[in-house]
């Protein structure tokens, strides 16, 4: 691919007006991601933001490395948020805020604002290096046009958007699976030992991060041996980069080997076959979902077919992108088709591909065009671009939209305004926003029954202890406590925001519906707070004025 003859002749002017788009892009992908970054808050409605930093906290408490928990594994994250909790704490004891650490966590349980909104800043920086590095990667495949375009894309898609937005690993694995492929295209090209060195290095930095993250190395592999078949002498180069990855994956997460059991335990429990609103239906079934649902929402109609015939186009006629971009990317694509379960978030790595192969097919009908006018058509890449983008911008605006108007906080609301003073209530999420007001609040807990959640705030609950209690389930809700201490959650009043999705699939879930089932036995559902599609998101919310003794 060839860049289109410059309007502007001044290679240093060309330079300029290169760099000022760029800086143009990032701004606007910052200020996307800034925009409702602190959705919900001091409510916590990722039900796995918690995980991640208490965890973090648990580090800091401990004075240890050993984050004590492998599931992703996470390593890099936990050990970021750690390091941003505790620049959080430094600043709070420096200005008085805060009279000592014991302060600073008292602080942080009261409202979790105060530690979870620097970690989604720790997330947003990634997801605009994210697009900084989707720039790189498209000008070293097909000059600075491909990348801007690229960069753009990934600016504005809704679903990078919403995940650079929340404490997860995702967008954090992106960025080394990025440089990872940079590093793959260096050595397609040059095959230096420095950067079969540096593929390995982000290959098991991206590893640390998220375990899947690992399959990129098959991008820098076959670049590799692609050289080794065209004569070149460079099997040590290729088995050094596997020690990198090996090494540098055990150098910044030691306790893979050192506590080895505590891994096998976390993965066993990662491996679940269902989990309601996520199960699976097989590959064909999977690859079908994420297509129609993250990428259509994000792409648009035209977006995604440009996206598809880019992929295909770009596999054909460029040998760069078939060795050393695409085999590490679609083996992602492979294994989360692959796996029972389907999340939204699993196609996150996947998206700087996509945002590429879009820009590629975009400039490859560009160049066709002006071929076959005879023009020059400066201003067709842009203008298809703006076009492109539009059903993109319309999707961040619903996302906000929707995010900013979440059912739980509707629920917030309406017990606000209804359920009197002194009244005790059920809960099902981390509803901070409302553990200030005059209730007394329980929490489904596995093993532990429900708790008390001022008693259990006010102790500073660990989570070493949340995970004991939850006794390996997929969620901490009603479905899951222990049988025999349902009766430890009756309460006045109830706010479940699990119960819908189990009724949806009755058949798998049976054992968790009868739980609610028997403890919603003589209750009357006084409030039922729904999605509404362009206006709020979030679970379907009931409200139940319980009865506090056995029918």
Known sequence: MTEPPPLIRNPLARCRVRRGLLALILLVATTLRLH???????????????????????????????????????????????????????????????????????????????????????????????????????????????????????????????????????????????????????????????DYLLAGLFVGLGCAT???????????????????????????????????????????????????????????????????????????????????????????????????????????????????????????????????????????????????????????????????????LPFAEPLAALLLMIPMAHAVWVNAAERAHDTRQIASAWVRGHVPPGRSILIEHAAFDILQGPWRFLFPLGSAGCIDVHAALAGHIRYSRVEGLRADSPIMDLGHVDMALLDSCRADYAVLTHYARYRADAATFGDALGRYRTLLKGARIVAVIRPEPGRSAGPVVHIVRLSRTRP
Not at 339 to 367: G, H, K, M, N, S
């Open 36 to 194: 409702g970054v602190a959705f919900g808050l001091p409510a916590l409605n990722d039900p796995d933001e918690p995980l991640f930093v208490m965890t973090a906290l648990e580090m800091l408490r401990n004075h240890s490395l050993d984050p004590g928990w492998f599931g992703h594994p996470g390593t890099i994250t936990l050990y970021g948020l750690a390091l941003t909790s505790l620049a959080v704490a430094l600043a709070g004891l420096a200005s008085g805020r805060f009279a000592d650490a014991h302060a600073f966590v008292g602080a942080a349980y009261a409202d979790p604002g105060l530690i979870f909104l620097p970690g989604r800043l720790l997330i947003l920086l990634s997801g605009v290096v994210c697009v900084l590095l989707t720039y790189r990667l498209g000008k070293r495949i097909g000059g600075a046009r491909l990348g801007l375009l690229a960069a753009a894309f990934l600016a504005v898609n809704a679903v990078h958007i919403e995940y650079s937005q929340i404490i997860r690993t995702d967008v954090q694995a992106t960025v080394f699976m990025l440089l990872a492929t940079l590093a793959a295209i260096a050595i397609f090209r040059g095959g230096r030992w420095r």
């Open 210 to 376: 998220k375990w899947p993250a690992a399959v990129i190395a098959l991008s820098p592999m076959a670049a590799g041996l692609y050289r080794i078949l065209w004569g070149r002498a460079e099997g040590r180069r290729l088995a050094a980069f596997c020690l990198a990855a090996l090494g540098s994956l055990l150098l910044v997460s030691p306790y893979l080997l050192l506590d080895h059991q505590t891994v096998l335990r976390d993965l066993a429990g990662e491996a679940r076959r269902v989990h309601p609103g996520a199960t699976g239906g097989g590959f064909l079934a999977n690859l079908g979902w994420y297509v129609d649902r993250p990428l259509l929402s994000s792409l648009g109609v035209a977006g995604l077919a440009l996206t598809l015939l880019g992929l295909g186009w770009g596999t054909v006629r460029s040998r760069l992108l078939a060795v050393a971009v695409l085999p590490g990317f679609l083996a992602f694509l492979v294994i989360i088709c692959a796996q029972a379960l389907r999340w939204e978030r699993w196609i996150v790595p996947l998206l700087p591909l996509f945002a590429l192969a879009l820009a590629y097919a975009l400039c490859r009908l560009a160049d066709l065009l002006r071929a076959r006018l005879g023009r020059r």
